[in-house]
């Protein structure tokens, strides 16, 4: 009887490693439809981030602080180089711009509600200010994008701050994107658009080109708001050292920084997947070209894309940040990707909607198609009801709590009253490629690539 | 009405802007003339109020930008982004104005007596613009509501990936860009080209305009579009 090894099973069953089944399923859907794949969410593939840097806590050359009894400050204040009035916040962690149109206003109120409460900031995005996220947020930071919908002075005169968006980590060089199911009758009166339109925001503002244009246009908003606010430049990252450096230039107050792990509501995937670099290699970039200008301290930098945990805060101030954004993470502690949603006091199961949008939970990148499981990703009358503000609110202010308790846990550990003493010589990496973007040591050796031995 | 005067040879531009922003709100000031202008970036932006504004001399970037209610007329020129994002009164230019004049535009009226540079009218959001000369290539990019009256040329691409606004053309158009068509001037037409060349102070026969407004064939997407915009 003729048999076979087992090992010629194996063989015969190789999947290939660069036409692996995803790649087949991209050229068959491609083949398929002839436009490429839109989706929400932010870079999936494996790229280095904070989880390849670990602490060096105090021990004999180093004397920590008591994790629980003693002081550690998280107090930050952004914009004090030009603004009368600079944004004082309790904790160094804000929320990211998602606009309303891409969320619900369910969602932009919860946002306010929960960072209202631990004293910290929530930001608009591509489609203007609604009054609940104004009512609701405290602190709240004005976008300027390209789009300019529902831009007006009304609402740059009751903002707090105000970020003018040259870029976004998840498509730096791309516009915004809306697709038609999302833009309902209220989202389309706010934009100035038809409703129902597949809307494609500009990549360029309208009225200013390069870093000498921004420096007047900036000098401009400032001169509407009497130079009361903030000015902060929002830049995804690719050429970071230089970015930073315009941007400073251009009279920023404060530079945001967004890694390419940082989400969007609706992209191209080979945008999101193939542009931009990954949050740890722009921190170090960022962070040098304000040392270069000697503007460290004085022009702030916010870093956001991919941050999760109160150790990615950590470590992101440690390497220079003055503060970061979160934008998936929060949607996340709001129930994105999860099984149920909490409505009329009672947990209910939501598999099948993800099921019928071709996924499940753990995976969903759907955000596009405004169809959310849970709520959050949508403007349909229907779904939207399954986030409250309050029950939202609530899960949010439990996330950044937790992580403001860990941020400090670690700064205690290493031996800071403040978080934003937490410093580079306090890291070290774990892998030779973060060592290299993060510029601080491999683990156990003082080689940082790049530097020489 | 009380009027006012602001040497910008003399006073800092940060001056005449807080009194627009303050002290004009009061209502006893009814008239502000700007001397020395030199071009100076962001004269007279963020009004707030019904107060008339006349910049003697050229200006610079974003003059009467976000302007709400008032009317600023410059005797001369403007530079980039004239009236960008008003949301009403009127920008009134007599001589020419550089690239992105009306840029996003929500409301009001801006008038150019010459020539516009590129991208007039760009993201317009329903404001009215009418160019007494000719605007250069881009003009009305993305424009989603509100109307350009063009009384002399345009450049390339007119309307390209235009929404609902509509622009009418008295003279020659280089190209159209994508998405945007001639179509037919009805007298409702007629009627609204009349009435904004007349808010201009501009005499030109209205029945002489072609109307241009979207096909609307880029509003879905649409693969068989072969990405042609």
């Known amino acids: 009887m003729e048999t076979k090894p087992v090992q010629f099973k194996n063989l015969s069953r190789e999947e290939s490693y660069g036409f692996d089944r995803k790649t087949l399923d991209y050229i068959r859907n491609a083949a398929a439809h002839g436009l490429y794949e839109i989706r929400g969410m932010g870079a999936k593939r494996k790229l280095p981030n904070f989880d390849d840097l670990v602490f060096l806590g105090a021990s004999m050359s180093r004397y920590p602080l008591e994790g629980y009894r003693e002081k550690c400050l998280t107090k930050t204040v952004l914009g004090t180089r030009f603004a009368k009035k600079p944004i004082e916040l309790d904790i160094p962690i804000t929320i990211a711009g998602m606009s309303f149109g891409a969320l619900s206003a369910n969602v932009k109120e919860a946002l306010g509600l929960a960072a209202t409460e631990m004293g910290t900031s929530t930001t608009t995005g591509d489609g203007g200010m609604t009054q609940e996220e104004r009512r609701s947020s405290r602190t709240l930071i004005y976008q300027c994008l390209p789009s300019r919908y529902g831009f007006n002075p009304d609402d740059l005169r009751k903002a707090d701050a105000i970020e003018v968006v040259i870029g976004q980590g998840a498509k730096p060089g791309g516009g915004g994107m809306l697709l038609g199911q999302k833009v309902n009758p209220r989202v389309a009166k706010m934009r100035t658009l038809p409703e129902g339109v597949d809307q494609r925001s500009a990549c360029r503002h309208p009225d200013w080109t390069g870093p000498d244009d921004l420096a007047i246009k900036i000098q401009e908003l400032r001169e509407i708001t009497d130079w009361e606010k903030p000015i902060y430049v929002k830049v995804g990252a690719t050429r970071t050292f230089n970015d930073v450096k315009l941007a400073v230039h251009s009279g920023a107050d404060v530079v945001v920084v967004d890694g390419m792990q940082g989400g969007t509501a609706a992209t191209q995937t080979c945008f999101i997947e193939h542009v931009g670099i990954p949050t740890l290699a722009a921190v170090r970039q960022a ?167 | ?27 006893k000031v009814g008239h502000v003339t700007v001397l020395n202008p ?26 009467g930008g976000m302007n709400k209610a008032a009317t600023v007329t410059i005797t001369g020129s403007a530079g980039t982004g004239v009236a960008e994002n008003m949301m009403s009164g009127k920008v009134h230019v007599k001589g020419f104005a550089s690239n992105g004049a009306g840029a996003s535009a929500h409301g009001g009226l801006l008038v150019i007596e010459g020539d516009a540079g590129l991208r007039c009218g760009i993201s317009l959001k329903g404001g009215n613009i009418v160019v007494g000369g000719s605007v250069g290539s881009f003009s009305a990019f993305m424009a989603q509501a509100g109307r350009m009256v063009i009384c002399g040329d345009a450049g390339d691409a007119l309307g390209d990936s235009l929404y609902e606004a509509v622009l009418y053309v008295k003279g020659e158009v280089k190209s ?22 007349d808010q201009a102070g501009l005499d030109h026969d209205p029945k002489a305009f072609k109307r241009i407004a979207s096909k609307r064939s880029l509003y879905h997407w649409n693969a068989d579009a072969n990405q042609e915009y």
Not at chain 1, 298 to 314: E, H, M, N, P, W
């Open chain 2, 176 to 197: 159209l860009g994508a998405d945007a068509q001639y179509e037919e001037m009805s007298a409702e037409d007629i009627a609204a080209v009349a009435s904004l060349l």
């Open chain 2, 38 to 63: 030199d071009g100076a970036h962001n004269i007279a932006v963020g009004l707030d109020c019904p107060i008339d504004v006349e910049v003697v001399g050229h200006a610079g970037y974003y003059a």
């Open chain 1, 287 to 453: 962070v040098n070209a304000l040392e270069d200008l000697d503007m460290k301290g004085k022009v702030q930098l916010i870093v956001s894309g991919g941050i999760r945990t109160g150790a990615d805060v950590a470590k992101a101030l440690a390497m220079g940040a003055d503060a970061v954004a979160i934008g998936q993470g929060v949607l996340v502690a709001l129930g994105c990707n999860g099984e149920t949603y909490f409505q009329n006091g009672g947990h209910h199961d939501a598999i099948a909607d993800y099921n019928a949008l071709g996924t499940t939970p753990g995976f969903c990148h759907h955000c596009h198609t405004g169809k959310c499981p849970v709520g959050i990703t949508t403007q349909d009358a229907i779904l939207e009801q399954r986030l409250s503000p309050a029950v939202g609110a609530k899960h949010l202010k439990n996330y950044l709590k937790t992580l403001n308790m860990e941020l400090t846990t670690i700064a205690r550990a290493c031996g800071k009253q403040n978080v934003h003493h937490l410093e580079p010589e306090d890291l070290v990496a774990l892998t030779i490629e973060a060592a290299a973007m993060a510029g601080v040591p491999l683990a156990g050796t003082n080689w940082i690539p790049g530097r020489g031995f």
């Open chain 2, 1 to 27: 009405m009380e009027r006012l005067t602001f040497d910008l040879a003399a006073q800092p531009l940060r001056e005449l802007n807080t009194f627009l922003h303050t002290g004009a709100k009061e209502g």
